[in-house]
């Protein structure tokens, strides 16, 4: 595959429903959030719904098996998840994000997954074409990735052959060095959909999150009901 090959998302093969296992979702829970002030994974989007909560939602129906990662010391329940939600419990949570991602992956050993889409657990405003669109191009030996008006954005599908490195990160910046030290495997897909770039890093991101939320629930009510 060409060093950094980019496509223009299209339409599709196939549904997310039909993917199976192939693809899963780690979704990354376990920071401090200290430029936020607060514990942000307990904010409440909606008001029956927690940020963290409504991102894993937003996974659990685009992928049949979604993973949490959080701190050793957190109550699932206190962030909001479901008692069903499948967590990963991070102890080194503490180091950094690229120790999190790291026993995150470690405890995939035991999947037959050919790839894992890692996302932010802040980030809940993703169209699910958009991730049935990376899914399509998810493969053992590709790292596969959104970009929206030129900015790359998340989730990044991490194929099978790069889960051994990423369960050996010991850094602060994720799985930054993965990326940029496999460019050849990288393919980036250009998507119409902001949501690949919006978290809430302060507190007043979360306004923007929750009238995006917003519209994407009236537009999916909107098709629905036609």
């Given at each position: 595959m060409p060093e950094n090959t980019e496509i223009q998302a299209g339409r599709l093969g196939r549904n997310v429903a039909e993917t199976g296992d192939r693809v899963l979702a780690l979704v990354m829970a376990a920071g401090r959030a200290r430029r936020f002030g607060t514990d942000k994974r307990q904010e409440k989007l909606l008001q029956d719904c927690t940020l963290l909560a409504a991102t894993v939602q937003s996974m659990a129906a685009a992928f049949n098996s979604v993973r949490v990662v959080i701190r050793s010391d957190d109550d699932p329940a206190e962030l909001g998840l479901a008692s069903a939600t499948q967590v990963v419990c991070s102890p080194r949570a503490d180091q950094g994000l690229g120790f999190s991602i790291a026993d995150g992956f470690r405890a995939l050993y035991g999947s037959q997954a050919t790839a894992a889409a890692v996302l932010l657990g802040d980030m809940p405003c993703i169209e699910p074409e958009t991730f049935a669109m990376l899914v399509e191009q998810a493969a053992a030996d590709r790292i596969v990735r959104p970009e929206y008006q030129g900015k790359p954005g998340h989730p990044v599908i991490f194929g099978r052959n790069f889960w051994d490195e990423?369960?050996?990160?010991?850094?602060?910046?994720?799985?930054?060095?993965?990326?940029?030290?496999?460019?050849?495997?990288?393919?980036?897909?250009?998507?119409d959909d902001p949501g690949v770039l919006m978290d809430a890093d302060r507190p007043e991101d979360l306004q923007a999150l929750r009238e995006r939320h917003q519209s994407m629930r009236g537009a999916g009510n909107s098709a629905s009901d036609s």
């Open positions: 990423l369960a050996q990160l010991q850094d602060e910046e994720g799985a930054r060095s993965v990326i940029q030290r496999h460019p050849e495997a990288c393919m980036r897909i250009r998507v």
